[in-house]
């Protein structure tokens, strides 16, 4: 069989704002000190595990063009622009539809999210040749979970139980997938050693994801299956044009996940992050002895745990605590650590006001 | 005899940077919503008091083409540049001779600040006319304090008792000037009822100043006569450039004010604010209903009792609490209201680093 990997890079980073815009998300930037963008870096860490021309990018046609620049070495084939965002569930679907249109039934997919870090690559490429031998092995869909390490009440979790059935070391059997909890039945999850965070990565056969949209979505799967057959001719980009936006929007996680039987996890602890919001800049960044990180043009008096990322300016925080600032050529985020969440209120502001250069 | 007036205006308004730098310095700008700035506004406020020609300026050299094109309406002649700063004995006592030499001695001389806010513009003249008379009555120093409104700990204070010699209505003695005080002992003085805070503004016969000058500060009254005795000649820029920096630096409250006798004053109750630091900016401008000040390009989200003055760009503030925020083309200043005091710290950090651009 076949390694394939969809890399996932629909997503607007709207939490990222005034740094990530509508026309330069958050995977098209690099949040690190790492020149590589996030986008590259997640199709760097797939070496030795799949090669660059089984490697499928689904984003928006937006981005289509930034996609081409950034992973020149991925082929433009394989590069598939989403009229418009559908969720999850007709995303996977549409590429396990092309892979199979492309390869013929029966190839390892990779599903991953093409927006997160992680710190121990070769931990990471362990934990996925794993996923996919459990995937080989039966129509089995293999989800990595992540071993929490504090209440976070920002992601969905995986319940796990002891497999009885495969036999392999470090594989779980899932319970039951839960949406984002409050915090005290996050440090409920956290205490109990029966949960894990959902990461978003996925590992199955095309064959198996198919079978269960045609079961679970069969919406979902008659639409990527007509549009998939275009796959590799001109028709293809039409077909894409006018067939997707028919499709409903939603979740693999709801749509799939959470109704499937023969779902496995595999406790990954490889220092993910899912790069959410500015909060995580100091979590992948090492902070000094007053709690700060800063970078670029930065004076700081009397500052003690913010996070300071400067433009072309300087900057000069004076007795300032717990605060995000984040300046760019025409927009300057000012924000308090424990008010992340409420930064996507500036861009409704934004769109209200049709201030379009600023989103 | 004439009503002269010497607006002091040498001061370099560090605490209001980024907006205020080296060279345009706090009292050349506005920090109101107003065109004008805050010395033409003080010369403006004299109308019907002194006539523009009978106005002096004295400041520093390098604000001297910042003055005459701000105020076109004062003679050229009449805008002294010292070469250096000396605190406000030397400029007061070389204003006094200056106007002697112009037009004899027994002139009542008017000294005011050039960057404070008055809001009742008329009960500032009737209370500077009252100064007026009270000056001419006499030998007599007469300096205008201000009714207290709160235990300010950044002022100087007067000590004041009732007169008994003038007989005139509104006027007391003062028994002593004190230094800025902690905010125990400001508490007293305000809870007294004895106490006014020092304005810096005075009124006084040029002949009485300079008597005192001379019996108090002999040095001083002698190199400013002979600086003041070139006035009017070709040699007076090289008299002043030569004789001013010999001259011991003092302010008048210390050289003058807390030695001399007859010395009187008259409180005042015209909306007065010094206008030392970002603080004012609130104070004088009116704040929303979440205790927020604005202007310009800015969104706020859960935002309160914030400053915020934008530049060119977008300042998006997400939760921010009791923060003055302050943009220019080259710099931001995000400083925490109780932190005001500590601009200056990032002021000596910029000339450490030979940063004379942002200075």
């Known amino acids: 069989m076949r390694i394939t990997a969809v890399i996932m890079a629909g997503g ?30 997640t199709v760097e860490r797939l070496k030795g595990v799949a090669e660059p021309e089984d490697i499928f990018i689904v984003t928006n046609k937006i981005y289509e063009k930034l996609a081409h620049e950034q992973l020149p070495q991925i082929p433009a084939e394989n590069i598939i622009s989403e009229p418009c965002g559908r969720n999850t569930a007709p995303c996977i679907a549409l590429a396990a539809a092309v892979i199979e249109k492309k390869y013929g039934g029966e190839q390892i997919m990779l599903v991953l999210p093409s927006d997160h870090l992680i710190r121990y690559e070769e931990m990471y490429t362990d934990t996925l040749r794993q996923a996919i031998a459990v995937a080989e092995s039966g129509q089995r869909l293999v989800t990595i979970g992540i071993t929490p390490t504090y209440p976070e009440t920002g992601y969905g979790y995986i319940q796990f139980e002891r497999d009885t059935t495969l036999g392999m070391r470090g594989v779980y059997q899932v319970s039951r997938f839960v949406e984002k909890p409050d915090i005290d039945t996050a440090r409920g999850y956290l205490a109990s050693g029966k949960y894990l965070w959902n990461s978003g990565m996925f590992v199955w056969k095309t064959s198996t994801i198919l079978m269960n949209m045609n079961k679970l979505m069969p919406e979902v799967y008659s639409g990527v299956v007509e549009i998939a057959d275009k796959f590799g001719t001109d028709e293809f980009a039409v077909a894409l044009s006018d067939g997707y936006e028919k499709l ?59 996070t300071i990322c400067g433009g072309k300016r300087l900057i000069a925080a004076v007795g300032v605590e717990n605060t995000i600032v984040v300046d760019t050529d025409d927009a300057i985020l000012i924000c308090d650590k424990n008010h992340t969440q409420d930064v996507k209120k500036v861009i409704e502001n934004l769109k209200i006001c049709n201030r379009a250069a600023l989103l």
């Open 12 to 41: 607007k980073g709207e939490r990222f704002w005034p740094k990530s815009r509508t026309r330069l998300p958050k995977q098209f930037l690099s949040l690190t000190s790492d020149k590589e963008t996030m986008i590259q870096k």
């Open 248 to 306: 409903p929007s939603e979740s693999v996680d709801f749509g799939i996940m959470e109704k499937a039987e023969e779902i496995y996890t595999i406790p990954g602890s490889f220092g993910w992050d899912d790069v959410g919001n500015w909060l995580a800049v100091e979590r992948i960044n090492s902070t000094n002895d007053l709690g700060n990180y800063v970078e670029g043009d930065v004076i700081t008096i009397g500052t003690k745990h913010c």
